[in-house]
């Protein structure tokens, strides 16, 4: 079953974004983000899905991912109202202490690719020359997407905007369908067995 709601929701992006690219090139313009335009490109897209169901895998840097979504979440605070149940000084503890969570997590997982001295490239999973398990990979087996959420989450905290919780569920999102799962395919072609038992220990995530 989970499985079924990932392939969905990976079609419903890649089908809604690849549409919605092929009408800009042809149009020159966008319609705007009305319900009928996003069911409007994203069934125009579905007719298209044998050529596009994984053109988005591993294919932007998860870096550069993060910095699409926290613009997003300047740009969600910009046109929101702020949230005003506590104060500054509350909120910037709140976002510092996330900020530190994200990059104790961020750092430690390249210090481990490092230690084991394998490939830290994200576009190139395929090309891993050992499986790393150890250290905070015995937490999460995504540390460094897991720093990248909480850095995002405390950005979003730092500007008090409730509603960027919706671009940080969408990075997560984002990461999870088409960077974290053909990592998965990448490293069971390589690991086989060994990251199967290591996936049934440690969580995606948290």
């Known amino acids: 079953m989970s499985s079924f709601y990932e392939l969905s929701l990976r079609t419903f992006f890649t089908d809604f974004l690849y549409g919605l ?16 335009t996003l069911f409007t490109d994203s069934l125009y897209g579905l007719s298209l899905r044998a050529i596009s169901m994984n053109f988005l895998d591993t ?3 998860p870096p550069l991912v993060g910095l699409i979504f926290a613009l997003l979440v ?12 506590f104060s500054q000084q509350q909120l910037l503890l709140a976002a510092g202490s996330l900020l530190m969570v994200g990059f104790g997590f961020a750092i430690s997982g390249g210090i481990s690719f490092r230690i084991a001295k394998t490939t830290v490239n994200p576009l190139k999973p395929e090309t891993a020359s050992s499986l790393v398990i150890s250290g905070v990979f ?8 897991v720093g990248m959420a909480f850095i995002l989450l405390a950005w979003t905290t730092y500007l008090a905007a409730p509603f ?7 990075f997560i999102a984002y990461i999870q369908y088409f960077q974290i799962i053909p990592e998965e395919r990448a490293l069971i072609k390589l690991f086989g067995a060994e990251f199967e ?6 969580r995606r995530w948290l």
């Not at 740009?75 to 949230?83: F, G, K, Q, R």
């Open 164 to 170: 960027g919780l919706l671009a940080v569920a969408g």
């Open 59 to 61: 294919k932007i840097p």
């Open 138 to 145: 015995k937490i999460s087996r995504n540390p460094m997407y």
């Open 21 to 36: 690219s092929l009408r800009t090139f042809f149009t020159g313009f966008l319609y705007g983000l009305s319900l009928r």
């Open 197 to 202: 038992a290591y996936q049934a220990r440690v």
């Open 74 to 85: 300047w740009v969600i605070s910009a046109v929101t109202a702020p949230l005003i149940f």
